[in-house]
């Protein structure tokens, strides 16, 4: 069905095209269980990844479990208002009638270290990603202050891009790491992640995903 926007305000600013992204802050504790289930003994995930970093390990099922849970709701609301955008104010979800879940297809960590970097890429294989920030090297702040003074700060940045320059239009968004915040984006959003230089880890971690909707009557209760 065709989209037609219905002015409800005298003025209004808005970017109706584009992207949705979602930003959570994730509680303490959700970032320290992650911590703690990063081992060596999770598999080696790099061969389906892009990155020049020195690990991308696997989540097992009980970290999915973990982030599932700690994340699942507010990937169901980025899913509600993606869902209310796109079609300006029309479907929202109908939890009467539908069930909802999120399934998460694949998951990792990211050890990133000085001076490695993860060149532009998309993900495939879902609807969803995500990335979760879970530790930063000692004395980055510094460099950061250092690289604040340039007219274009990107040192260990992740940088995403959508569509073609043009007037009015937005193609870039390029976010600062910080411990316990999280995004989820659509999968084939470009992006990409700048190198550092302080000695250290810069730990994250994605998942693909896709957001379920059931209809009840389909489900079957055993
Ligand atoms: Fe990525």
Excluded at 2 to 19: D, M, N, R, W
Excluded at 47 to 74: C, M, N, R, T, Y
Excluded at 88 to 98: E, P, R, Y
């Amino acid at each position: 069905m065709s989209v037609i926007f219905k002015p409800e305000q005298e003025e209004h600013l808005f970017a109706p095209f584009g992207p949705t992204m979602g930003y959570y802050r994730m509680h303490e504790e959700l970032v320290d269980q992650l911590n703690s289930k990063m081992s060596d003994r999770l598999g080696d995930y790099s061969d389906h990844l892009v990155g020049k970093v020195s690990q991308e390990l696997a989540f097992d099922d009980e970290i999915i479990e973990i982030a599932q849970k700690g994340l699942g709701q507010f990937v169901g609301r980025y899913q509600a208002y993606s869902e209310y955008r796109n079609n300006l104010g029309g479907k929202q979800l109908d939890t009467k009638n539908n069930n909802y879940a999120l399934q998460v297809v694949s998951g990792w960590f990211v050890r990133q270290f000085e001076n490695e970097y993860n060149p532009l890429h998309i993900h495939t294989g879902s609807r969803l990603s995500c990335v979760g920030y879970l530790k930063l090297p000692e004395g980055i702040e510094d460099e950061w202050e250092e690289d604040y003074k340039d007219h274009h700060p990107a040192n260990g940045h992740i940088q995403f891009a959508s569509g073609t320059a043009a007037g009015y239009t937005c193609t870039n968004f390029i976010v600062k790491p910080q411990v316990g915040d999280f995004y989820v984006f659509p999968s084939q959003l470009f992006h990409c992640v700048y190198p550092f230089y302080t000695k250290g880890e810069r730990r994250s971690f994605s998942m693909n995903m896709n957001f379920l909707e059931v209809p009840k009557e389909k489900s079957v209760d055993k």
